[in-house]
């Protein structure tokens, strides 16, 4: 697998060329045990500085994937080689498509049931050589969840998408990765939400300027707040290049 993993902000940040995301996920489909493609962005990056299990999560995973233009400019303000950020849905698009390919399967956990339902429906449209094994919405208590992951380990698909509803999100896997077969578990929290068409993902123009977070003040205004965390991450970015420099 082509892949280099660098640090920014002492934090796990792969780089792989769009190219070779086919090889990388037929590798990754031949290993065994639970695998892991983690979509980071951020602010789940200054996550991980003070969250220990978060950080584990990303040391850990098989693909940290930068979604944030943030991450791509402080590797290179930091002289690393410079990442390549992926939009998730886009990716995601392409996971299925490859998964298609050789008819593997996927699993769908998370959301509510009507969305659960119109995404597979939507799924089985577009992807219709994509087997989909199983499916289990979100929002369940602690009680149901051995249900969840016993379901999960019956059907034993190639990849788990997780979706809005999934407590602790990323981590979720992780914790418990013993509980698990042999699948590569993903986690997009809009995901269901933008197949399900309850709701418009990010164009992609927009997107690629790096411009997503406006849209997301303007569907929650409170967001304007992060660029406090923000500063914060410029204030690091500086440090570790001053300390590089001693």
Not at 55 to 79: D, H, Q, R, T, W
Not at 164 to 172: L, M, R
Not at 214 to 232: A, C, D, G, Q, R
């Amino acid at each position: 697998m082509e892949v280099e993993r660098i640090r920014v902000a002492g934090v796990p940040v792969d780089i792989i060329r769009p190219e070779h995301l086919e090889q990388a996920l037929f590798e990754l489909l031949a290993a065994s045990g639970t695998k892991q493609i983690v979509f980071l962005s951020v602010w789940n990056l200054l996550k991980a500085r003070g969250n220990a299990e978060y950080k584990l999560c990303l040391e850990n995973a098989s693909l940290v994937l930068p979604i944030s233009k943030s991450i791509v400019n402080g590797a290179v303000f930091l002289k690393k080689t410079k990442p390549i950020r992926y939009n998730p849905f886009s990716a995601i698009i392409s996971f299925f498509t490859i998964l298609e390919t050789r008819y593997k399967s996927l699993y769908l956990l998370g959301g509510h049931k009507s969305t659960l339902i119109e995404s597979e429906r939507n799924l089985h449209a577009t992807f219709p050589d994509l087997h989909i094994v199983g499916r289990y919405t979100g929002y369940f208590s602690k009680d149901t969840e051995k249900d969840v992951l016993s379901a999960i380990f019956k059907a034993n698909p190639s990849m788990v998408l997780l979706s809005d509803g999934i407590p602790s999100g990323v981590t979720w896997p992780y914790v418990r990765r013993n509980s698990f077969g042999s699948s590569i578990f993903v986690y997009y929290k809009d995901a269901l939400s933008v197949f399900s068409k309850r709701k418009k993902r990010v164009p992609n123009e927009v997107f690629d300027a790096g411009h997503e977070i406006w849209s997301e003040i303007l569907s929650n205004p409170l967001k304007i707040f992060l660029v406090f965390p923000f500063i914060w991450y410029i204030i690091i970015l500086i440090w570790d290049r001053l300390s590089s420099k001693t």
